[in-house]
């Protein structure tokens, strides 16, 4: 019987594993100089926490099963929501503005395709009660530097207010259900598809007038000089004022935050209700159809939940996008050896000496491997050899006699006598 790994999900070996691991050390460095805390919620939550935020068609694209106690359960497909959860059992009392990060798996059960598994992996903030221009610059900002630290070097942040549209769809009397629709094609990105839907056969709003402004509103990107452009179209119409104030206000606020590298975009739209002004999506174009590496904004989920009503400004990373972009851009990290140093007993009578001199190295916070197969000589050289480690220490029953043992440099292959006293000194000064 043949045993292979569920469809939709990856293997990671060392090397890949390492990679991962130093981009995810970056974006810890990065979000902690923020001051952002890490939190961690469970793979699995109740079944109704992703329904009640995304309804019950998402149901279709979750792992859901009813556990021993027939409660209905499910692999979260991602993080919001529980974090929204655990503020609300957890957190609600904390003093505000409460700043929070994540980083795990999620699961969605959706046909694979490159850049899309099954299993992946997101690593995201929370910026929980502070509302204001300079809490959305700062989480921009965060976000713009964890990618320049990743070696992203082409990344584009486009951004938009949904405050704007949603001003225009009140100014005309617009319905919420029909409002829900034109956002969900606005956020497919797609000209074409969005002119059918509003001028199509059989539109989704009757009204000339709206759908004229939409199609040039969504088409407008740019840096902050297009602003002006986006005031002319709109401002006549009160109900997109404060949301022009705000995005204005932004606008300002990133200057000062040193963030340049972004794009008013007013065809982000993020497609879900509970965003209440300030989205923001980071593409990097080396990714082909799949450049989606970070999506966020600001909103007001809490009180989706029964909680109060705390705006929260936030994003996720696509952890597994970032490290195709990595690659993309030609900045992957290194892999250094995962050991430098290879203690290798070339007789039986001095292995116990061979253990003792690993510890002490392992104790002084050296990477260490010896021997654990008995190899003969020359298969102990040639598996330090792929190791790729600095230094083996052959420790050999004539060295010993004279209480030494010898040192060879694998780059060079130098090798000298050392006392065993002076092991871990030499080490330490050639590393």
């Given amino acids: 019987m043949e045993f292979t790994r569920p469809r939709g999900t990856r293997d990671f070996l060392f090397d890949e594993m390492r990679q991962r691991s130093e981009a995810e050390n970056t974006l810890r460095e990065v979000f902690e100089n923020y001051g952002y805390g890490e939190v961690k919620t469970p793979l699995f939550e109740e079944l109704k926490l992703f329904t009640t935020k995304s309804g019950e068609e998402i149901i279709d694209q979750l792992y859901n099963f009813k556990d021993k106690s027939d409660r209905e359960l499910a692999l979260r497909p991602e993080v919001t929501a529980a974090i929204s959860r655990l503020y609300i059992n957890e957190m609600s009392k904390t003093a505000k503005p409460i700043k929070l990060y994540y980083y795990g ?258 104790c002084e916070n050296i990477k260490t491997e010896i021997d654990l197969s008995r190899k003969k000589f020359k298969k102990l050289l040639s598996y330090a050899n792929n190791l790729g480690v600095r230094f083996t220490v052959l420790v050999g029953s004539k060295d010993v006699e004279n209480n030494q043992v010898t040192i060879k440099n694998m780059q060079t292959g130098y090798q000298e006598l050392i006392d065993i006293d002076n092991i871990l000194s030499y080490i330490k000064e050639n590393l």
């Fill in 105 to 362: 798996s999620c699961f969605r059960y959706e046909r694979p395709q490159k850049g899309r598994f099954r299993q992946f992996w997101q690593f995201g903030c929370e910026l929980i009660g502070a509302k204001s221009p300079e809490g959305e610059g700062e989480v921009i900002s965060m976000a713009n530097e964890s990618i320049i630290k990743l070696g992203i070097t082409t990344a584009e942040i486009h951004i938009n207010h949904l405050g704007i549209i949603r001003g225009l769809f009140e100014h005309f009397g617009i319905d919420k259900e029909k409002s829900r629709e034109v956002m969900v094609v606005v956020d497919k990105g797609d000209k074409q598809l969005l002119e059918d839907a509003l001028k199509g056969d059989e539109p989704i709003i009757d009204n000339e007038e709206l759908a004229d402004i939409l199609l040039v509103l969504i088409d407008m990107v740019g840096d902050s000089s297009i602003f002006e452009d986006i005031k002319n179209l709109v401002f006549d119409y009160e109900e997109c004022r404060t949301a022009l104030d705000e995005l204005q206000e932004l606008i300002t606020t990133l200057k000062s935050f040193n963030v340049l590298n972004y794009n008013i975009n007013l065809g982000v739209a993020r497609g879900l209700d509970y965003y209440t002004g300030i989205v923001f999506e980071i593409y990097v174009p080396e990714l082909g159809s799949q450049k989606q590496v970070c999506g966020g904004g600001t909103y007001s989920l809490i009180k989706l939940f029964g909680g109060e009503d705390v705006v929260s400004t936030g994003f996720a990373f696509g952890f597994d996008r970032l490290m195709d972009a990595i690659e993309a851009c030609g900045n992957l990290p290194t892999v250094k050896p995962k050991v430098d140093v290879y203690v290798a007993p070339i007789s039986d009578d001095t292995r116990q000496l061979s253990y003792t001199i690993a510890q002490n190295l392992r």
